[in-house]
């Protein structure tokens, strides 16, 4: 029913997670981030600006042709739609995990990933805007934390495509150098999400191939391969 164009990242892992709890058939179609294959024509006609994931729903709801969605938010809403789950029905129940799905959107993916780039990939180590974007991250957490200290259970009380988009960027912890320790909500949170089959099952599908992470990779995910087909247009 549904192909999923798709590599193993925090990002990716949003999908295939939702895939798994929402028991739908689908197809995963690989997609070499490093090697540059998110620059092709025919995955830039359904993710046009070249980032995974994005799917294709061969049996949409409205009976017609295969629809396309990219980004990882409206990815999120359109299946909870289409299965009428993890996002309630209710005008206040559904605000409330749509307002903290735009919140992952808009600040604890894209302030992660930047000082998951600073931190760990940058061929140049910059204090300025590594510390600029570890005390956002920092901040970040902390308002996670409250959130899930407030509910007492997930980010929007029950388990909903909040939980879904949050969980795979709090993956990265350990790696970028947060301790779960200085956030017990989050900490419990995370326990109990990582314990769930459907989410352990998105997490196994698929993994980067064992190759060294060279120029042609930082080229190919850090924006200059964007600039550089930008250039000849």
Not at 38 to 64: C, M, T, V, Y
Request: glycine share 8%; with cysteine.
């Amino acid at each position: 029913m549904i192909d999923l164009y798709y590599a193993p990242t925090p990002n990716g892992w949003k999908i295939s997670i939702m895939l798994e709890e929402l028991g739908l058939p689908y197809t995963v179609i690989p997609v070499n981030i490093r090697a540059g294959e998110q620059f092709r024509p025919e995955f830039l006609a359904i993710s046009p600006n070249n980032r995974i994931p994005a799917i294709i729903d061969r049996a949409p709801s409205d009976g017609g042709e295969p629809f396309s969605v990219f980004e990882t938010g409206a990815i999120l809403i359109y299946l909870a739609e289409k299965t009428g789950r993890f996002l309630p029905a209710d005008m206040r129940g559904r605000s409330v995990v749509t307002q903290w799905v735009m919140w992952q959107m808009s600040g604890l993916g894209p302030m992660l990933g930047q000082h998951g780039h600073f931190a760990l990939y940058a061929s140049e180590k910059i204090p300025y805007a590594i510390e600029r974007y570890r005390d956002e991250a920092i901040r970040l957490y902390r308002v996670l934390d409250a959130q899930l200290g407030k509910t007492g259970a997930y980010v929007a009380r029950d388990y909903s495509i909040a939980d879904i988009a949050c969980f795979p960027w709090t993956m990265t912890h350990k790696a970028q150098g947060f301790t779960l320790d200085d956030y017990p909500n989050v900490k419990r949170w995370y326990a109990e999400v990582r314990a769930r089959p459907q989410v352990q099952a998105g997490l196994a599908i698929g993994k980067f191939v064992k190759e060294p992470f060279d120029d042609e990779a930082r080229r190919n995910m850090f924006g200059q391969r964007a600039k550089e087909i930008a250039g000849k247009k």
